[in-house]
């Protein structure tokens, strides 16, 4: 199924839920903010929304520097 991260268009192989997905992708999900389908998402339903086909994940990770 075609998903699209971050503007790339991206192959995965079956339904993931946003936490399962950024789980995946070994992404911390203490440190990161999503939007999907151009609406940002809260952290306490990345465990509730099924990624659609031609579904569309913006991912961005906090960085911490000095």
Do not use: C, H
């Amino acid at each position: 199924m075609k998903i699209i991260v971050n503007g790339t268009d991206l192959e995965i192989p079956q339904p993931y839920t946003i936490e399962t997905f950024l789980k995946s992708l070994n992404i911390s999900l203490e440190r990161t903010a999503i939007a999907y389908n151009g609406e940002v998402v809260p952290k306490d339903k990345y465990s509730q929304i099924i990624i659609d086909e031609l579904g569309n994940i913006e991912i961005i990770q906090l960085m911490a520097g000095g």
